[in-house]
């Protein structure tokens, strides 16, 4: 049986081992070891040594890593080289040549997330989302405002979030992943989370373990949802093919299929 695709990713500091074995107990979907923006300029190297170190269950576990851009990208690779992390994750990813380089440093297959933050990002991401090893890609909206010079509300990148769920769709990748919630506030989160989901994303980068019950919250169907969903399969089911309405809404089979994966998504977070 197919494993479900991850719906909470929890960034931890690379360089606090002593915070490993407790955010991977705080049941996030996956932890992300953040040798990026977690860890300050002069702590990289203590970063790399302790991720070099970890004793973990790798298979949950993805790593975040500088920019090409910087001088830190080829040492982190090397690093994730000597672990056998489950993904990467490529902070401002922006070129092909970003991922063949993981994939050539890695020497073994591994799960690729591009983490689209910046103007050339998603300008690339139909090229990014259809390379060897991509499975879906990731939202950095705080960077991307920077970059953009917009307000970093959703109203002000409403475009770059459109973009990338459609271009996922259109490549048959996974759903994109959501960027974080600085607030740790559980309404906050789950109002966010209701908003990514709303918009097509299916997953959420998060900061601390308290917003992992808000983040499955706001992704799983609600009771009401999934009582209409029975509601419609039923009434089609006694239909004998004839129109129905359900509601005083007719049903077609766009609504068939909203209902269908409704309950798809529950039978998935059940499993």
Sequence with gaps: MTEPMPVTYLFVPANRPDRFEKARAAGADRIILDLEDAVPLDGKDIAR????????????????????????????????????????????????????????TIG????????????????????????????????????????????????????????????????????????VTPNIDDDQVFSDTLLAKKFGFG??????????????????????????AHKVLAALEASNGAAVAVDGKMVDKPVEDSARRILMIVQDREL
């Design 203 to 228: 997953a959420k980068l998060l900061i601390h373990p308290k917003q992992i019950a808000p983040t499955l919250r706001g992704f799983t169907p609600s009771d009401q949802e999934v009582t209409w």
């Design 49 to 104: 040594a302790a991720l070099i170190g970890a004793e973990l269950d790798w298979s949950r576990v993805l790593v975040r890593v500088n920019p090409s851009s910087t001088t830190f990208f080829e040492d982190d690779l090397r690093a994730v080289a000597a672990t056998q992390a489950a993904g990467i994750m490529i902070a401002k990813a922006e070129t092909v040549a970003d991922i063949n380089m993981v994939s050539q």
């Design 108 to 179: 073994r297959p591994i799960d690729i997330t591009p983490l689209i933050e910046t103007a050339k990002g998603l300008n690339a991401v139909d090229e990014l989302l259809c390379t060897a090893g991509v499975s879906r890609v990731a939202f950095g909206h705080l960077d991307m405002a920077v970059d953009l010079g917009c307000s970093t509300d959703w109203d002000g990148l409403v475009l770059a979030r459109q973009t990338l769920v459609w271009r996922s769709r259109l490549h048959g990748k996974a759903s994109p992943i959501e960027g």
